[in-house]
């Protein structure tokens, strides 16, 4: 079967010829209906940016390269007009900062409304009697009141199911969710993934779950994508990433866990901190954070390759030329 | 509501006793008698003896001014000094004038700056944006007196599409409000220019982007709401300030409003007219003051709800 998302060598760049900095480096994907990516890395890995760049919204000094298809469109040749018929109808998108990403001056009603609006073309009352359906259906009480209601007279975990409802108002067949439950407290995180995980099964939605929490991940995803510094370092089924991950990067992320740390003992880190694209080392980008570096890892970046089924991993550990396997620690 | 409205009234009552104390000293701040004043130097001393029997300027202060809060509370501002008529009829007579232009000035402001503070935003870094911001820029900086003298020069003098100056007519009105009008809008062309800027720089833009909304629609239901805040703010103390008499506008056009009243009444030493003037100019502030915190509540649902948790 054909993928429903199919990135591929996907470049993002921002800045002018003399400032030229490639954020994200030949990003390779897919997404079929119904199943959920999740995309894993620290701050500034090129995640949101990538998740950004499928909704084609990233500012005017970026450039994209490569290919997105969605259900066999190539978005990135599609006209500004043409993206908008896509954009809140077949993918939608949910952000981190629920209190932000909610218009301030527009009732509740009114901005999930104006997605059928614009979208389906449905008479005044019907959009009514759909935005509280959909109200309801993502578990907001009282949803005849909270329609009238201002965001800011809801808490955090309400505004998120808020934009959920937004964001399937036009059943679209792909989700981008990016960090949804990174600002919302723990009792609410679990409620919110619940919630996704319900409407992505019933909606047969597609769903890419942008996140740093492997919990998160754990929860709600089917295959896993770990990025860093703009380049994808593994990807697998989530149960063969989390039980027996391959990359250096992956095992530190997975030591870093509040779970995984012994009890009394400190919290495992990751020294150092992920390079902005001006410094991106040679060889291999996580090298220098690397606790398995060796003398090649500095010298040749190692290509994405292969390993076992559906899963690939980039790192010279797993080279079969095992030419200078000498750890260097 | 009604607390937030009562609320504002009442605050707005208190300036307006701070400000009858301001007025009513400054006739006893400045040096000399203002009987004297008022019958010049050539007086006996009878005379201004009786005057000041007149006045009630040999009562105790307290009580002068508890006299001076009854009198404005009935609309007895005093006379004037130079014409003897009373200082409320002067006013009232003047006002009309200065309300025409400072309306006219300030359609004129909102028509030119929303738009082209607008048009600057979406170009933001461009020529066009660049172009405006130093229009807008050598704008600000040009003096009143010197634009009006200027638009005088050209449009009535040389051109001689509208009279030079000292009618009330709407073919007065023109050049006055247009010279207002075109200096103020460069203050709403920054102004609007670098909210909007700032208003399609939040989030939630990003998600009526995301949602796949006309351009229109985000810039008018999602953008503009959001800018109209500040804007409305300066807006109100401009008219605010232009209802107090646009003093050297309304001296260049010999307009004959509130603001060449005060002028004369200050060259003149006419206390009870720059009494009054500040009394007005208060109680312009106050109202417009208060439909501005109104208008506050129409655009921003938050600010009435934190009203109503304050009280």
Same mark, same amino acid.
């Given at each position: 079967m054909? %993928? +429903? @998302?199919?990135?591929?060598?996907?470049?993002?760049s921002?800045?002018? !010829?003399?400032?030229?900095?490639h954020v994200v /480096?030949?990003?390779?994907f897919h997404v079929h209906a119904g199943?959920?990516l999740?995309?894993?890395?620290?701050s500034g890995c090129?995640?949101?940016?990538t998740?950004?760049?499928i909704?084609r919204?990233?500012g005017g000094n970026?450039r994209?390269?490569g290919?997105?298809r969605l259900?066999?469109?190539e978005?990135?040749?599609l006209?500004?007009?043409?993206?908008?018929?896509?954009?809140g109808?077949?993918?939608?998108m949910?952000?981190?900062d629920p209190?932000?990403?909610?218009? %301030? +001056? @527009?009732?509740?009603?009114?901005?999930?409304?104006?997605v059928m609006? !614009?979208?389906?073309?449905l008479?005044?009352d /019907?959009?009514k009697?759909?935005?509280?359906?959909l109200l309801t259906?993502v578990?907001i009480?009282?949803a005849d009141?909270i329609?009238h209601?201002?965001?800011?007279?809801?808490s955090?975990g309400?505004r998120q199911?808020?934009?959920i409802?937004m964001?399937i108002a036009?059943?679209?067949l792909l989700?981008l969710?990016d960090?949804?439950t990174t600002a919302?407290?723990?009792t609410?995180?679990a409620?919110?993934?619940?919630?996704?995980?319900k409407i992505?099964?019933?909606?047969?939605m597609a @769903?890419?779950?942008i996140t740093?929490d492997?919990?998160v991940v754990?929860?709600v995803?089917d295959?896993?994508?770990v990025?860093?510094?703009?380049?994808v370092m593994?990807?697998?089924?989530v149960?063969t990433l989390?039980?027996?991950p391959?990359?250096p990067?992956?095992?530190a992320?997975?030591?870093s866990?509040?779970?995984s740390a012994?009890?009394?003992?400190?919290?495992?880190?990751i020294p150092?901190?992920v390079?902005?694209p001006e410094?991106?080392p040679?060889?291999c980008r996580?090298a220098?954070?690397?606790d398995?570096?060796?003398p090649?890892c500095y010298?040749?970046t190692?290509a994405l390759?292969p390993?076992?089924?559906?899963?690939?991993c980039?790192?010279?550990?797993?080279?079969?030329n095992k030419e200078?396997?000498e750890?260097?620690? | 509501?009604?607390?937030?409205?009562?609320q504002?009234?009442?605050?707005?009552m208190?300036?307006?006793l701070g400000?009858?104390?301001?007025?009513?000293a400054?006739l006893?701040?400045?040096?000399g008698d203002?009987?004297?004043?008022?019958l010049g130097?050539?007086?006996t001393?009878e005379?201004?003896?009786?005057?000041?029997?007149?006045l009630g300027?040999n009562?105790?202060?307290?009580s002068?001014?508890f006299?001076?809060?009854?009198?404005l509370l009935?609309?007895d501002?005093?006379?004037?000094?130079?014409t003897?008529?009373?200082?409320?009829?002067?006013?009232?007579?003047r006002?009309?004038?200065?309300?025409?232009l400072?309306?006219t000035?300030t359609i004129?402001a909102?028509?030119?700056?929303?738009?082209?503070g607008i048009?600057?935003?979406r170009h933001k870094?461009?020529?066009?944006d660049?172009l405006?911001?130093?229009?807008?820029?050598?704008?600000?900086?040009l003096p009143?007196f010197?634009?009006g003298?200027?638009?005088?020069?050209v449009f009535?003098?040389?051109l001689?599409w509208?009279?030079?100056?000292g009618?009330?007519g709407?073919?007065?009105l023109i050049l006055?409000?247009?010279t207002?009008?075109?200096l103020?809008?460069?203050?709403?062309?920054?102004l609007?220019r670098?909210t909007m800027?700032?208003?399609l720089?939040?989030?939630?833009?990003?998600?009526?982007?995301?949602?796949?909304?006309?351009?229109?629609?985000i810039?008018?239901r999602?953008?503009?709401?959001?800018?109209?805040?500040?804007v409305?703010?300066?807006l109100g103390?401009q008219?605010?300030?232009?209802?107090?008499g646009?003093i050297?506008?309304?001296?260049v056009f010999n307009?004959?409003?509130?603001g060449?009243?005060?002028?004369?009444a200050?060259?003149?030493?006419?206390?009870?007219?720059?009494?009054?003037?500040?009394?007005l100019?208060?109680?312009?502030y106050?109202?417009?003051?208060?439909i501005?915190d109104l208008?506050?509540m129409?655009?921003?649902p938050?600010?009435?709800?934190?009203?109503?948790?304050?009280a």
């Open positions: 054909k %993928p +429903l @998302l199919e990135v591929d060598n996907l470049c993002i921002f800045g002018n !010829q003399a400032t030229m900095r /480096e030949n990003v390779s199943e959920s999740g995309i894993v890395g620290e090129g995640k949101s940016i998740s950004l760049a909704m919204l990233l970026s994209v390269s290919q997105i259900n066999n469109k978005l990135l040749s006209s500004e007009n043409q993206m908008r018929t896509i954009r109808k077949d993918t939608a949910i952000f981190q209190m932000t990403s909610l218009n %301030p +001056l @527009l009732t509740i009603g009114k901005q999930i409304g104006e609006e !614009q979208h389906d073309n008479p005044r /019907e959009v009697k759909c935005v509280l359906e259906r578990g009480p009282r009141e329609y209601e201002y965001p800011h007279r809801l955090g309400m199911r808020v934009m409802a964001a036009c059943q679209p989700l969710a960090e949804p919302l407290d723990v609410i995180q409620q919110i993934l619940d919630l996704l995980q992505r099964k019933e909606n047969r @769903l890419i779950m740093h492997l919990g754990a929860e995803c295959r896993v994508m990025m860093y510094a703009g380049q593994e990807t697998a089924d149960r989390l039980r027996t391959m990359h990067y992956t095992k992320l997975m030591m866990r509040p779970q012994k009890e009394n003992r400190r919290l495992n880190t150092g901190s390079p902005s410094h991106f040679n060889g996580f220098p954070r690397c398995q570096v060796m090649i010298e040749k190692p390759a390993a076992g089924e559906g899963s690939a980039r790192c010279w550990l797993y080279d079969e200078s396997k750890v260097l620690v | 509501m009604k607390t937030y409205i009562l504002r009234i009442f605050s707005g208190i300036v307006m400000l009858s104390i301001f007025s009513f400054l006893h701040l400045i040096p203002p009987a004297q004043l008022m130097g050539k007086a001393a005379q201004i003896a009786n005057l000041r029997e007149q300027l009562k105790p202060l307290p002068q001014y006299q001076y809060i009854q009198g009935t609309g501002l005093g006379d004037s000094y130079k003897g008529r009373p200082v409320l009829y002067e006013l009232l007579e006002f009309p004038a200065t309300a025409k400072a309306f000035g004129i909102i028509a030119l700056g929303i738009p082209l048009i600057a935003a870094g461009g020529k066009l660049r405006l911001l130093a229009i807008a820029t050598v704008g600000f900086s009143t010197w634009c003298l200027l638009v005088i020069m009535a003098v040389k001689g509208f009279p030079i100056a009618g009330t709407w073919r007065d006055p409000a247009f207002l009008g075109v103020q809008s460069t203050i709403i062309i920054r609007t670098s800027v700032e208003v720089g939040n989030e939630y833009i990003r998600t009526a982007r995301a949602k796949g909304l006309n351009e229109s629609i810039m008018v999602h953008a503009f709401r959001n800018v109209m805040v500040p409305v703010t300066v103390l008219i605010a300030s232009l209802l107090g646009a050297i506008t309304e001296q307009w004959p409003g509130i060449t009243l005060s002028i004369e200050i060259s003149n030493r006419d206390f009870p007219i720059i009494q009054g003037s500040i009394m100019i208060g109680f312009v106050v109202i417009v003051n208060l501005v208008l506050y129409l655009i921003d938050r600010i009435q709800y934190s009203s109503k948790e304050a």
